[in-house]
């Protein structure tokens, strides 16, 4: 299944945040799920973000783990793999300052197609 997954990474869509192919497959094609659903990945983010620098090593696992498993599942690969290092290296301030770029990527995306 890893395999499947890291064939979808942004580099085959062309560096976009998300997947959106890999999203309506998901949903079957449901845009108001797919709405729905990145509208509460993006407020999951935005928690994930500001919560992951003042957490212990521990905590930073966890919550990069679960942000690995969300974004998996909504198609934002670059993000998901970002997490995974974070989840071997919780104490690694690039890694971090690396998963709060590619959020705010994230959230940057989610909000220009929703306008």
């Not at 799920?33 to 994930?48: H, N, P, R, V, W």
């Given at each position: 299944?890893?395999?499947?997954?890291?064939?979808?990474?942004?580099?085959?869509?062309?560096?976009?945040?998300?997947?959106?192919?890999?999203?309506?497959?998901?949903?079957?094609?449901d845009r108001a799920?797919?709405?729905?659903?990145?509208?509460?990945?993006?407020?999951?983010?935005?928690?994930?973000r500001s919560s992951?620098?003042?957490?212990?090593?521990?905590?930073?696992?966890?919550?990069?783990?679960?942000?690995?498993?969300?974004?998996?599942?909504?198609?934002?690969?670059?993000?998901?793999?970002?997490?995974?290092?974070?989840?071997?290296?919780?104490?690694?301030?690039?890694?971090?300052?690396?998963?709060?770029?590619?959020?705010?990527?994230?959230?940057?995306?989610?909000?220009?197609?929703?306008?």
């Open positions: 299944m890893q395999a499947a997954l890291k064939q979808n990474t942004p580099s085959s869509v062309a560096g976009r945040p998300i997947d959106l192919v890999h999203l309506a497959r998901q949903t079957m094609g799920l797919e709405t729905e659903i990145l509208g509460m990945f993006a407020k999951q983010m935005s928690g994930a992951m620098g003042n957490a212990n090593a521990d905590e930073r696992k966890r919550l990069a783990h679960t942000i690995k498993g969300t974004a998996r599942s909504v198609g934002a690969f670059h993000l998901a793999e970002v997490a995974e290092r974070i989840e071997r290296a919780p104490l690694n301030s690039t890694l971090l300052a690396d998963l709060g770029d590619e959020i705010a990527r994230v959230l940057d995306f989610i909000a220009a197609i929703n306008r």
